[in-house]
Each structure stands twice: as structure tokens, then as C-alpha cells.
């Protein structure tokens, strides 16, 4: 049966999707290419934009299309992305790079969690989908790990040169994805009258669907405070005094931590509870923004881990709350909304994070981004209990 090599086809897939050796330094490979850090930030700020315009329109037609096929329109755009970034210099190729990014994005963020948890429904393993899903972050991130050490070394010997050695595992990925089977056939056909109808009636099931809205506003918080701190990484490192030579290895340490995480979170938050997950989720990306803060040389990258700590537990926990309330048919679509919310917090925060530390300094711009945590979550907590969650 085609459907049984979907599981190990996505372990490799996102393996190699990952294959960038530039991330472990991309503040500083921007830089290098000719991109200021407020520059920087505003790109990445941009780029949430265009994900989160693009997000529900691509769910969507990943219900309708199929998955498969969005799949691969997906992986194409990110060829296209490492070709700009890897061949060409300043802040307009990078900005039209990180759009059609975003385009890519937005096409894959919640068609593979859906392919993902339709692949194990079909199959009758839907409860094994926090385990799968915990495997394929350890996975990635084991690959991402090592990634990381190439990539930082390859960066002193040519800024370009990560970019370009990313290009065959991002192709790799993208003729992988023809091999995967579509779980399920799409009731509806592909065409404009059924594409509003579908839009439609998904936003108005997220409407009633109580704990798909309290989990994709917190998503706003979490996911944008976890990607600024992750992209901000590196400079971070060479501002508490770590030498760049010495980043990758920083990096494959904190990738390790988040895909230990991964595949820890079933068993954890088996034992916690859906409320203390998501407490516990809350209060230690707040710790942690505040302790980066602090700035302190060499020994504050101790203090930054446990933001791909808590990173790799979320990941596996939000996906599975979230899957669990939804249906297969609005599976990809509502998905999309709950990564909409995350990409407006990244699009809106981001920025701003990257303005303050312009106009003050990199810790202020940090105790900034932790008191916007704090509030957040603050009235999310309110905000639940107006739900009775």
C-alpha cells in the first residue's frame, strides 16, 4: 500500500527541507550580503506578511487541490528562494526571496500537519500522531544539528557559500514530495464556486470552535517570540562575546535540546495535562526572553536554551491540541488560520523588536519583547476563562 511510505517519506522530507546551512548565522549572512539588521528584521517581518495573507487562500486549496499537489508547489518556491539568496546581494532580492518564501510557507504549514494526521486517521494510528509528530521534529532537528556546524564553518570561509551548499537538499526534498500518496480524495472539485463555499464554512467553524481560537491566539505570542529569538540567535552569540567560528556548534547543542524535547513531549504531557502544558509553555518562553536579556558574555548562551527547549515541546503539543479538534475536510484550512495568528505576531513584533534595538540596544529590545509576552498571556488567561476553557 502507497500510503504506508508517506510517514518515512515525511521523516526524510523534512530532514532535507531543513538542509540550510545558512540558518545557524542568518542574521549575520544577511548582513554579509549586503542587508542592515533593521533591514533584516523588516524583511522577516514582511515575510510573516506575505505568509499570513497567503496562509487561509492556501489551506484552502489544499483541501481542495489535495495536498500533494500543494506540497509540491510549495517546495518549488523554496528552490527559487535559495537560488536569489545564494547567487545574489542586497535588501530588494532578499526582500522578493523572503516573499516568495512566504508563498511557500503559507502553501506547506498546515497542508503537512494535515497530511501528516490524515496519513495515521486513514491508516487507523491516529494515536500515535503526537509520537510521529515528536519523531519527525527529533529527526529534523538531529539533521538540523549537524547542519549547523557545517554551516557556521562554511560561512567563515565564504558568507555565500551555506546558501549554495543548501541547494541540493532543498531539490532533493522537493522530488521526494512527488512520491507521497494523498490520503484521502477530495469530495470537491477545484474551482472558484467551491473555493469560497469551502473558505467560508472553515471560518466559520473556527469561529465556534472554542479551543482552536484560544490555541491559535496564543500562537500569536508563542510562535512569534520563538522565532525572533531563533533568527536573532546569532547575533546574539557575538554580542555576549562567542566567536562566529564557535556558533555552529552553539547552534547543534541547542538543536539537540529541541529535538530531545520533541520526542519527550508525548510522554510529558501525558503526565501534565492540556493545562499545565500550556501553562508551562507560557511561563518558560517568558523566563527565557527576560534571562536573554540579561546579556550576559559567554555564559548567557546557557540561559538562551531554554528557548529551543520549550521550542520543541510546543511544536509537538500545539499540533496535536489542534488537530484533534479539527475535521478532516477543514483540516489544512483551519491549520492555516492558527499559523495566520502566528505569522501576524512575527509580522507585527518583529519589526518593532528590530526598531527598539536600533534606537536602544539588542537586552532592552529583549525586556521589551518579554513584557509583551507577559501582558499577552496575561489576557489570554482572562480570555480563557471567558471561553470556559
Known amino acids: ?182 490520503p484521502y480524495k477530495n469530495k470537491k472539485k477545484m474551482n472558484m464556486k467551491n473555493y469560497w463555499t469551502h473558505l467560508k464554512e472553515s471560518i466559520n467553524y473556527f469561529k465556534n470552535a472554542k479551543i482552536v481560537k484560544y490555541l491559535s491566539i496564543m500562537s500569536f505570542f508563542t510562535l512569534s517570540a520563538i522565532a525572533i529569538s531563533l533568527s536573532m540567535s546569532s547575533v546574539y552569540f557575538e554580542k555576549i562575546l562567542i566567536p562566529i567560528s564557535f556558533i555552529g556548534v552553539l547552534a547543534f547543542v541547542a538543536s539537540m535540546i529541541t529535538a530531545f524535547t520533541s520526542k519527550k513531549a508525548d510522554k510529558w504531557e501525558e503526565k501534565l495535562g492540556e493545562a499545565k502544558s500550556l501553562f508551562l509553555i507560557q511561563l518558560f518562553l517568558v523566563l527565557g526572553v527576560f534571562l536573554i536579556s540579561l546579556m550576559i558574555p559567554h555564559y548567557g548562551y546557557f540561559l538562551y536554551l531554554l528557548i529551543p527547549f520549550i521550542s520543541g515541546f510546543n511544536g509537538v503539543v500545539i499540533g496535536n491540541y489542534i488537530n484533534h479538534h479539527i475535521e478532516t475536510s477543514h483540516r489544512a484550512t483551519l491549520l492555516s488560520i492558527k499559523g495566520m495568528f502566528g505569522n501576524i505576531g512575527i509580522f507585527l513584533l518583529f519589526p518593532f523588536i528590530g526598531y527598539i534595538e536600533k534606537i536602544t540596544n539588542f537586552g532592552f529590545s529583549f525586556v521589551i519583547l518579554g513584557i509583551i509576552l507577559l501582558v499577552g498571556f496575561i489576557l489570554l488567561y482572562l480570555y480563557s476563562k471567558k471561553l470556559n476553557l
Not at 30 to 49: D, K, N, R
Not at 79 to 103: P, Y
Open 1 to 182: 500500500m502507497k500510503l504506508k511510505r508517506n510517514i518515512p517519506l515525511m521523516y526524510t522530507i523534512s530532514s532535507l527541507m531543513w538542509g540550510r546551512f545558512f540558518i545557524p548565522v542568518i542574521a549575520l549572512f544577511y548582513i554579509a550580503s549586503q542587508v542592515t539588521l533593521a533591514q533584516f528584521a523588516l524583511i522577516i517581518g514582511v515575510f510573516s506578511l506575505a505568509t499570513l495573507l497567503f496562509e487561509i487562500p492556501t489551506g484552502a486549496l489544499a483541501d481542495l487541490l489535495g495536498k500533494k499537489k500543494t506540497l509540491i508547489f510549495s517546495r518549488s518556491m523554496y528552490v527559487i528562494e535559495i537560488i536569489l539568496i545564494a547567487f545574489f546581494n542586497c535588501f530588494w532580492i532578499f526582500l522578493i526571496a523572503k516573499i516568495i518564501s512566504g508563498l511557500g510557507v503559507s502553501l506547506s504549514s498546515g497542508t503537512t500537519q494535515a497530511m501528516r494526521f490524515d496519513t495515521l486517521k486513514k491508516q487507523g494510528r491516529i494515536n500515535q500522531y503526537k509520537k510521529i509528530s515528536g519523531n519527525i521534529q527529533v529527526i529534523t532537528n538531529i539533521s538540523m544539528a549537524f547542519v549547523f556546524i557545517i554551516g557556521a564553518f562554511l560561512f567563515t570561509l565564504n558568507p555565500k557559500l551555506p546558501a549554495i551548499v543548501s541547494f541540493p537538499f532543498i531539490v532533493l526534498g522537493l522530488v521526494l514530495t512527488f512520491f507521497l500518496e494523498e
